[in-house]
């Protein structure tokens, strides 16, 4: 008992100070499909298939090996193609698509939302960038810019046919949302970029919807260049019951950028050889 004791005590403090979140694995993605690039969003479709989609109009889906979690690239349908595409989001069985200039959220069967009177104002290439969906049908979104480097990111949210502001999200460091998803434990987590000139910052917060006030929590801060240009989040539950968050990164059409799926896990959720695998 004595030596259980003391053993606890040695592990306590390792465990406190863990990392919100684990990395997993980063694998390339590589196409030679018409369009294939500048993915701006993904969502998963299980635990072995994705679907992503270009900021140029063009969805594709991703289906994993069991063994490598190598992906098949296959094209798909999308409803508004050649548009500035940058949302994905299952919301109650739906697949919401997101779209800048005009900003406006459409379903799979080309069904248009309602609008909020914001979104006119919204900057053509700086309005509905992250698009996250609830089990119950709810939508939370958004905008990309705020207007002025001292004004917060507004949270949009969708339910019963209309929109409603629940919170802001401070705007910190020159990062900017991406990509959104709302995670198994029914939180809103958002992720953020930022560029400089050694290259790109990635940060995810998370959000308790149920709190009043919201309040952010950073569970990673990357490096510049740690990552490229991550722009899209998914959050799902492994098998083994890993909590894992995928992201996938916009190379923009560039050679000297990658197009790359990112996973890191929940720390906590890690126990008894859980894993993103």
Request: hydrophobic content about 35%; aromatic content about 8%.
């Amino acid at each position: 008992m004595r030596w259980r004791l003391s053993l606890a005590l040695i592990l306590a403090p390792c465990l406190a100070h863990a990392d919100p979140l684990t990395f997993q694995r980063a694998t390339p993605l590589r196409s030679d499909l018409p369009g294939f690039g500048g993915l701006s969003a993904i969502e998963m479709q299980g635990p072995d298939s994705a679907i992503v989609l270009s900021d140029r109009g063009q969805a594709f889906t991703l289906t994993f090996d069991p063994d490598t979690r190598q992906p098949k690239i296959a094209p798909t349908a999308q409803p508004r193609p050649h548009r500035d595409s940058e949302g994905l989001a299952y919301a109650g069985g739906t697949l919401f698509f997101s779209y800048e200039g005009p900003g406006e959220i459409v379903t799979r069967s080309d069904t248009t939302l309602p609008t909020h009177p914001d979104f006119v104002g919204f900057h053509n290439n700086g309005s509905l960038e992250a698009l996250a969906g609830a089990p119950d049908g709810t939508l939370y979104t958004l905008p990309e810019r705020s207007g002025n480097p001292t004004h917060p990111f507004p949270i949009y949210r969708f339910r019963n046919d209309a929109w409603d502001i629940i919170g802001h999200l401070s705007r910190q460091d020159a990062f900017l949302p991406a990509g959104a998803d709302i995670g198994p434990d029914g939180m809103l987590y958002i992720l953020e970029r930022a560029f400089g000139p050694l290259g790109f910052r990635s940060r995810i917060v998370r959000l308790d919807l149920n709190s009043a006030p919201l309040r952010a929590e950073t569970l990673l801060t990357t490096p510049p260049g740690r990552h490229d240009n991550l722009e899209g989040l998914t959050i799902w539950q492994s098998q083994s019951g890993a909590t894992c968050l995928t992201m996938v990164s916009d190379d923009n059409f560039l050679p000297v950028q990658r197009t790359e799926l990112v996973e890191y896990a929940l720390t906590e959720t890690l126990a008894q050889d859980a894993s993103c695998d």
